[in-house]
């Protein structure tokens, strides 16, 4: 289903406590957008490449304020996909939402909303998609951002490496380092970080808390 231009096709909305990143464990509203223009391998929400319903932006600002949570967070599927989406984001900043977005990284940022904290993935290799990533996106970072690298092996490790020091990135905002489940555990990585000197002292670990809360679901927790 396309969306026409004023409307978003969504995959879903709900409730929950943030996943992911330097918000983790906050309740969280996460509405969730239908669409992707890549196909990582490890992807685990393809759920959302397709499907969903049409809706409004005042459909969606009305179930989002049902739900009654201040941090708003919308992802996908990628959300930039849809050309609606920018003006979303600014409608729940207007209606007093603290709102993110989380996205691919391989789309222009920057006619986001600057009252919107941009969650921005850099694709390794494993993913199979590292060549998308749009690299002029790390220019326009600012403190309220994040950059999230999503790691399945050692190769994935060293190319966040290179990409963090090559482009200054924890001087510009958070930075964190995340294991794709069931490929890498979370303590071989915590290891690397600990052996690694020049490690820049922000960057962290992260790990997917709403997989550790709610093991076995995949969706609308």
């Known amino acids: 289903m396309a969306p026409m231009s004023r409307t978003l096709v969504v995959s879903e909305i709900y409730r929950t406590l943030q996943g992911e990143g330097t918000r983790a464990g906050r309740r969280c509203s996460i509405v969730r957008l239908t669409g992707c223009n890549l196909r990582c391998a490890w992807c685990d929400t393809t759920y959302a490449y397709q499907g969903g319903r049409e809706m409004s932006a005042d459909q969606v600002l009305a179930e989002v304020s049902r739900l009654g949570c201040r941090l708003v967070l919308v992802t996908g599927g990628e959300p930039l996909v849809q050309p609606a989406t920018p003006a979303l984001l600014g409608r729940l900043c207007d209606a007093g939402h603290e709102v993110l977005l989380e996205t691919n990284g391989s789309l222009d940022i920057t006619p986001v909303d600057e009252r919107v904290g941009r969650c921005v993935d850099v694709k390794c290799p494993g993913s199979g998609q590292a060549k998308s990533s749009l690299r002029a996106n790390l220019a326009d970072l600012r403190a309220g951002d994040e950059v ?66 709610w093991p076995g679901r995949d969706r609308g927790v």
């Open 148 to 213: 999230k690298f999503v790691l399945a092996d050692r190769d994935d490790y060293d190319y966040a490496r290179h990409v963090i020091d090559g482009h200054g990135l924890t001087d510009r905002c958070p930075v964190i380092l995340t294991p794709v489940a069931g490929m890498l555990t979370a303590s071989e990585l915590a290891e690397w970080m600990l052996a690694d000197a020049g490690l820049p002292p922000a960057v962290r670990l992260g790990l997917q808390l709403h997989k550790i809360v």
